[in-house]
């Protein structure tokens, strides 16, 4: 039996929500069991990472493998989980080393190809790390400057997902991806510390009987 687990994320309502990506492999007939109250987007990832993995030059486990996205009461939507279940089973099956990858968020839609296309929610997922206490965020390379603007966390831009054959406990990622690393520049634009607001009902578009 092998076990791996890798931090994701998704947004409920605008809020950045971790969702912890574990996999387990063990023998038995070939399939995936996604479980976690996935939507169809999610549930959908499974041949997309099952290509993305081939083409992306890493071996697909012939084997029973379990992903679980916790924690399992809160519905996950959407294709922000692709690349972390991607990163899970390759960490798992030691494709990867794992401890390159502490204190890392994984973010991203693959195509069959193994390449990384923008997701939407970015920034909210990004604080949501940070508060985590995270190190790294790693998303395609289009969020990159979405995600910088969270002060306080390296941003790692992913646009293939056979880029991590590279990445080694020897080696920095700023040779092989494109970072960002702001960690240092706290006065960097931060909405939720320097920022002030004032809710306000003339905010509220439409529904004119409620704010009456």
């Known amino acids: 039996m092998m076990y ?67 924690p399992a009461d809160l519905r996950k939507e959407g294709s922000s989980f692709d690349l972390a279940i991607a990163v899970a089973i390759l960490i798992t099956t030691g494709q990867i080393p794992a401890d390159c990858f502490q204190q890392t968020l994984f973010l991203g839609e693959l195509a069959l190809d193994g390449s990384l ?26 969020n990159a400057s979405e995600a910088a ?31 960002i690393n702001n960690r240092g520049s706290e006065s960097s634009t931060n909405y939720t510390e320097t920022s002030h607001f004032v809710e306000d009902y003339a905010d509220v578009n439409g529904h004119y009987q409620v704010k009456l």
Not at 162 to 175: R, V
């Open 149 to 179: 603007l969270i002060a306080g966390i390296e941003v790692c831009g992913i646009t293939n997902l056979a880029d991590f054959k590279h990445w080694n406990k020897d080696s920095e990622p700023d040779y092989i991806f494109n970072v």
């Open 4 to 70: 791996g687990k890798v931090l994701s994320a998704c947004l409920q309502g605008i809020e950045g929500q971790p969702i912890e990506v574990e996999v387990d492999i063990s023998s038995g007939l070939p399939q995936i069991n996604l479980v976690g109250l996935p939507d169809p987007a999610v549930r959908e990832s499974v041949e997309r990472v099952r290509s993305s993995i081939k083409n992306g030059g890493f071996s697909f486990p012939m084997d029973r493998i379990t992903v679980n996205l916790a």
């Open 117 to 142: 296309r923008p997701i939407p929610g970015v920034l909210s997922m990004t604080h949501a790390a940070k508060l985590l206490g995270m190190r790294r965020v790693c998303l395609p390379l289009a």
